[in-house]
């Protein structure tokens, strides 16, 4: 991914679409805006107003040594392509059912633990590694909502060939760096957009910069599910698995503090966005499509049968005719003229009595009075 002076400013090995975008430690907001071949284009859109105040906020923030629990939610983990490996360490880049991602998980779900977070790592499996692999993960996600949990983390590894692209001293360890991805294809992705800026500004503020950037893909990677689903890539998998061991646990020192989990409570901190406040303005205008689309297809239709415009329009007619009629119809069925009925009641018939017929009418009359 190449900005308009030609500059690198990315590398993923995903497929890349129009619309994706990157958000740099830095602040600095990116969108793809053309596509040749392996190369994409993207405009600098500008800073991010949102990772700058969070940026500024964190650079700030105060956090005990000692971190004390306040909320016992757990943390949910597991891997979508559960056979990515590291080639340097396990000898390829792919291990069906056993990928050295699980020992990254390991050492993510240990991390947590350490600092007194409730975690609940599911290792299902979902091989093959593709297309259908979310299918498949999605009923494992949807396993651990049924814990209630406060995040949910999908954890990966990059498939970028060069491993200097990751590879950082940080915190005087050789690490891999990690990348944050967001599905673009969700209701919530402004909401996991936003969590995913807090817990790259606060991590890069106790590790910088041991996450390198945020990128919103094309896609949905299950983060519907909940406002604080994320997907995490560990390196590349030409960088070693201790590297990315190393690279998530750094990570992991971040999680508790920006999800309230532990530590103090952050006065003045940058309001959230959550799903009531999310703006998705996407998902507004799919609604419209979909409304645009179905009057479409049945005037179509209509215009079909009929055979010509002017029958169409009659038969339109005649059906908003029926239908407003029967809607009126009963209600003015239910407003009775009790003073007719009153007076049908003493209406004397010429030339015979019926104490018969004027009783049926004072009851008819009393119906309508307790209708």
């Not at 975008?21 to 071949?37: D, P």
């Not at 699980?102 to 299902?124: A, F, H, M, W």
């Amino acid at each position: 991914m190449k900005d308009e002076q030609g500059r690198v400013i990315s590398q993923v090995s995903r497929r890349v679409a129009v619309g994706d975008e990157i958000f740099t430690a830095e602040g600095r907001h990116y969108r793809v805006v053309k596509i040749q071949g392996n190369t994409a284009s993207a405009r600098f859109v500008g800073m991010d107003k949102d990772l700058l105040a969070y940026n500024e906020f964190y650079s700030h923030l105060e956090v005990p040594v000692t971190l004390m629990a306040r909320d016992t939610r757990p943390v949910g983990i597991y891997h979508t392509h559960s056979d990515e490996s590291y080639v340097p360490t396990d000898g390829s880049e792919s291990r069906p059912f056993k990928g050295g991602i699980y020992q990254v998980g390991e050492t993510l779900v240990s991390r947590l633990k350490n600092k007194g977070v409730r975690v609940d790592y599911d290792k299902t499996p979902h091989d093959p590694h593709d297309d259908n692999a979310y299918y498949r993960s999605r009923r494992t996600a949807m396993r651990l909502m049924q814990n209630n949990p406060i995040a949910i983390f999908d954890v990966h590894r990059d498939g970028v060939p060069d491993p200097s692209y990751y590879r950082r001293s940080i915190s005087q360890q050789q690490v891999a760096q990690t990348r944050l991805v967001v599905g673009r294809e969700n209701p919530r992705m402004q909401a996991n957009l936003d969590f995913a800026k807090r817990l790259m500004s606060y991590a890069n503020t106790v590790h910088k910069p041991i996450v390198k950037e945020i990128f919103t893909a094309k896609g949905n990677y299950n983060q519907d599910l909940m406002p604080t689903a994320l997907l995490i890539e560990a390196g590349t998998h030409t960088n070693t698995k201790v590297e990315a061991e190393k690279g998530i646990a750094l990570l992991a020192d971040a999680v508790p503090v920006v999800l309230g989990l532990a530590g103090p409570a952050p006065a003045g901190a940058p309001k959230p966005i959550t799903d009531r406040t999310a703006r998705t303005p996407g998902s507004w205008k799919a609604l419209g499509w979909i409304v645009a689309l179905t009057l479409l297809g049945g005037g179509a239709f209509l215009l079909i049968s009929a055979g010509s415009w002017d029958r169409a329009k009659s038969r339109l007619g005649d059906f908003f005719g029926r239908e407003f009629t029967s809607f009126f119809a009963p209600r003015r069925a239910k407003k009775p003229d009790l003073d007719t009925a009153e007076k049908a009641t003493h209406v004397p018939v010429p030339g015979r009595e019926d104490p018969d017929a004027n009783e049926t009418a004072r009851d008819h009359l009393e119906r309508i009075r307790q209708d």
